[in-house]
T-cell receptor, first 110, second 112 residues
Framework: QQPVQSPQAVILREGEDAVINCSSS?????VHWYRQKHGEAPVFLMI?????EQKGHDKISASFNEKKQQSSLYLTASQLSYSGTYFC???????????FGKGTTLSVSS | NAGVTQTPKFQVLKTGQSMTLQCAQD?????MSWYRQDPGMGLRLIHY???????DQGEVPNGYNVSRSTTEDFPLRLLSAAPSQTSVYFC???????????FGNGTRLTVT
């Protein structure tokens, strides 16, 4: 079942912060985050595992709340290079593939 | 390392034609998958494979066939192309089902 991402789009100025949420109707044991720049392939950012700590990648970090079945991606002091579409992915029922949300488009301007 | 290689990069088909999108990886990954990306729909899983000889359907498998005769290759076949299959197709591979995905550069397919 496809995870639900919110918001659909975010517009920021450089230096501002943003939060992207990803929620699922089923129990999760992991959440993936990917970023896709326009015209390119998605690129892996991080995996959040059940029972794991908050992860970070530059000034991008994420948390995972198993009880609420959701994950949040935090973009701090955004840079122009953060622009793109962010996808969360959750394991399929058998855990053999990844099911992605519809994505959140982030636009950062100077 | 080349990673995941998809060919062709662009393709235009007429309705009813068939074709195969190629995907190859050189990382010895067991897991491979195909996604299609349409505006506002995210990445939707078409088919996936957990090893040579083993394939399974994803979220949107209708109109597509796959096979996995080797660890390296995972081609996607369109049996009879339809305009609804106009999309960008991504192939991805991973070490395990829950490992980071490595994506190819995509194939942009237009069906007229």
């Amino acid at each position: 079942q496809q995870p639900v991402q919110s918001p659909q789009a975010v517009i920021l100025r450089e230096g501002e912060d943003a939060v992207i949420n990803c929620s699922s109707s089923k129990a999760l044991y992991s959440v993936h985050w990917y970023r896709q720049k326009h015209g390119e392939a998605p690129v892996f950012l991080m995996i959040l595992l059940k029972g794991g700590e908050q992860k970070g990648h530059d000034k991008i970090s994420a948390s995972f709340n198993e009880k609420k079945q959701q994950s949040s991606l935090y973009l701090t002091a955004s840079q122009l290079s953060y622009s793109g579409t962010y996808f969360c992915g959750t394991p399929s029922q058998a855990g053999t593939a990844l099911i992605f949300g519809k994505g959140t488009t982030l636009s950062v301007s100077s | 390392n080349a990673g995941v290689t998809q060919t062709p990069k662009f393709q235009v088909l007429k309705t009813g034609q068939s074709m195969t999108l190629q995907c190859a990886q050189d990382m010895n990954h067991e897991y491979m998958s195909w996604y299609r990306q349409d505006p506002g729909m995210g990445l939707r899983l078409i088919h996936y494979s957990v090893g040579a000889g083993i394939t399974d359907q994803g979220e949107v498998p209708n109109g597509y066939n796959v096979s996995r005769s080797t660890t390296e290759d995972f081609p996607l076949r369109l049996l009879s192309a339809a305009p609804s299959q106009t999309s960008v197709y991504f192939c991805a591979s991973s070490y395990r089902g829950d490992s980071p995905l490595h994506f190819g550069n995509g194939t942009r397919l237009t069906v007229t």
